[in-house]
């Protein structure tokens, strides 16, 4: 048996790598593809879709809420906690579903994730009685959704090098394209067949992700230099890199936290609120739809500008922070349909471009080695905290008569996090000096080599 040292390729030599890889997996009996290739790209739009089925289902959940709130006749903070426990759990459950990616490959994760949110879904248009809603679309649909998810992001930057951050993007685009998709399908759904049929059109629309998962093919190209790297960082000072002991890290994660609980609070009770204006649940649905469509726009133009070696990407995510904020302290003023709209266009806006930024603030915080974990660490502290603000809205809302307060307390808490976020400014070297270290390994093994 031959064995051979796996080299670190320079910059600009991906494809000699990418040769490299493939012909070895090749001698080995295995086909591998290429990165950057065609079926790349395939995978990257398949990818791109499950996200856009499943993450619609779970954030255009506020086009169902008054329905689900006519028909079980229960409080708004009740009734709102499907929606908030949904979106919630689909980030809670990240580190078993990365555990199962690991044990069977993203493939099999996806379609079992699309099998077991099809039951979820099939069941909730079943259900008579709210308590069943929580376990069968709060939980059996989000852990479904959570394995759609989890595989989507695993498999999809493995087939990329040149283009992984355009990749990535459009995996990352999710939400606000699930909500420009599916909210119309939704509200029409529910005139013509009810919020029963509704959950059953849902279920359809995601058992073509079991389609779309098989063309994640799970004998991707890998990357030599990054699995030496790997294998020496798991070997260096666990002290080093103890995620608790990175202060940008941490107060990343303070902020962020802070600032889901205020804005996870429009995208549940804004279709109700929209009724309490007089604004029809059709035409509602049309805004949540204006939502999605600006927040898409956003994260892609937004991780364009953020690029550009010149821009200060904290300074995009506090300023994003300030202006979403500000806005939604200001929704109550809004009475009419010219006035909500600008308010949705304003939210969508800004809400794409700071989660944007808020991943790549997160993932450029940590060390390379570190990014996986400190990632999912991070979206399960926000799944805690999103599953609170959108029933503390609903408790508040039931206890003052009036949708005000709440969406002061939540423009209150993004303001609050956009200004905590000034002690990032005392701590800017802090990523420098991760990315450095990982850079000096890297030259250290090339030398070496």
């Not at 499950?50 to 009740?78: M, W």
């Amino acid at each position: 048996m031959i064995t051979t040292a796996a080299p670190l390729w320079p910059a600009g030599h991906e494809e000699t790598r990418t040769h490299c890889c493939v012909t070895c997996s090749l001698a080995a009996g295995r086909r591998v593809h290429k990165h950057d290739s065609g079926w790349a790209w395939l995978v990257g739009g398949c990818g791109c879709l499950c996200n856009v089925f499943t993450l619609g289902c779970s954030y255009s959940f506020g086009v169902i809420y008054p329905s689900l709130l006519d028909e079980f006749k229960r409080g708004k903070a009740q009734t709102a906690w499907i929606g908030s426990l949904c979106m919630s759990l689909t980030f809670f459950f990240g580190p078993l579903a990365g555990k199962l990616c690991d044990r069977f490959g993203p493939r099999a994760v996806t379609i079992i994730g699309a099998l077991v949110s099809v039951i979820g879904l099939v069941a909730t248009s079943q259900a008579r009685n709210i308590f069943v809603i929580y376990l069968t679309y709060s939980t059996i649909f989000a852990f479904g959704g959570c394995c759609i998810y989890t595989s989507v992001f695993v498999i999809v930057p493995k087939y990329f090098l040149k283009y992984r951050s355009l990749a990535t993007g459009m995996i990352a685009a999710g939400p606000g394209a699930g909500t420009f998709v599916m909210s119309p399908i939704l509200a029409r759904s529910i005139e013509e067949l009810g919020w029963r049929g509704a959950f059953f059109v849902m279920a359809g629309i995601i058992a073509s992700v079991c389609l779309l998962g098989c063309a994640f093919d799970p004998n991707a190209p890998t990357n030599p230099a990054e699995r030496d790297l790997h294998r020496e960082f798991e070997q260096g000072d666990k002290k080093k890199k103890h995620l608790s002991r990175n202060p940008s890290y941490l107060l990343l994660v303070f902020v962020t936290t802070i600032v889901i609980l205020g804005n996870s609070v429009p995208q549940v009770h804004m279709a109700r609120y929209c009724e309490e204006k007089g604004i029809s649940l059709q035409v509602a649905s049309t805004l949540y739809l204006v939502l999605g469509l600006c927040s898409v726009f956003a994260r892609i133009l937004v991780g364009r500008i953020c690029d550009y070696k010149f821009v200060d990407q904290r300074f995009v995510y506090q300023g994003c922070l300030f202006v979403l904020g500000f806005s939604t302290l200001l929704c109550p003023l809004t009475n009419s349909f010219p006035t909500v709209l600008v308010y949705f266009i304003a939210f969508g806006l800004f809400d794409g471009g700071q989660s944007t930024v808020a991943n790549v603030l997160v993932l450029t915080s940590v060390q390379e080695r570190q990014k996986a974990r400190a990632f999912g660490l991070w979206l399960f502290c926000l799944s805690i905290i999103m599953a609170c603000g959108p029933p503390l809205a609903g408790y508040i809302a039931d206890s003052t008569g009036s949708y005000a307060p709440a969406f002061y307390l939540a423009g209150g808490s993004i303001v609050t996090g956009a200004s905590a976020f000034f002690v990032m400014y005392f701590l800017k070297r802090n990523a420098e000096e991760m990315e450095l270290q990982t850079e000096l390994v890297v030259i250290e093994k090339v030398t070496v080599v």
